[in-house]
């Protein structure tokens, strides 16, 4: 029996959040399992009740809530991963990867893991192209991490720039081709 490969989608607080929908629906369409972990700024931009409905699972989004037994969320998830896909994922987020900031459940998670990481920025362009941002993204290049986008588009601000986050299509394409 084939087991079903296990994704964990990485929800950062960017106005891109509403996308996530989205390519959860794609990604369980394609017969994986999705596990969705939050940051609290994500949870400003959509409710983590539209996740747990779309992919049938808990959300998780607190490393430190009640536990029945003790199996430390941010391992217990690394561990299942068979890949992470964060999307969208912000100048703060992308920060703390490159420095190894393990201060919330996602970054620890990612921290932990083995499985491959697969994270899809979204920013304004003026933050996008900023050298602190840019530097940390050649870092966690560096650290094996695949990028995926942005591209140039409408950007919150109403302005037209790079810092839009990719199409649900182009990140499914890139996790399909990427998971073990």
Not at 4 to 18: C, H, P, R, W
Not at 59 to 77: C, D, G, Q, R
Not at 105 to 134: D, F, G, W
Request: hydrophobic share 45%; aromatic share 6%; net charge positive.
């Amino acid at each position: 029996m084939k087991k079903i490969k296990e994704i964990i989608l990485g929800v950062t607080g960017s106005i891109s959040a509403y996308k996530a929908c989205d390519l959860l629906r794609f990604l369980k369409k394609s017969g994986f399992n999705i596990r969705v972990v939050m940051t609290e700024e994500a949870t400003n931009f959509i409710k983590p009740l539209t996740f747990q409905a779309l992919s049938g699972n808990e959300v998780y989004i607190n490393m430190f809530t009640e536990n029945t037994s003790w199996n430390p969320k941010h391992i217990a998830l690394a561990k299942a991963a068979d890949i992470i896909v964060i999307a969208p994922a912000t100048a703060n987020f992308i920060a703390k990867l490159a420095n190894g900031i393990c201060d919330d459940l996602l970054s620890c998670i990612c921290v932990a893991t083995r499985a491959k990481i697969v994270l899809c920025p979204a920013m304004n362009e003026n933050m996008y192209k900023h050298k602190a941002v840019q530097d940390n993204v050649r870092k966690i290049k560096e650290l094996g991490v695949i990028i995926v986008g942005p591209v140039k588009g409408r950007l919150a601000s109403g302005d037209i720039g790079i810092g839009h986050m990719v199409e649900v299509e182009d990140i499914v394409r890139v996790t399909k081709r990427s998971i073990k």
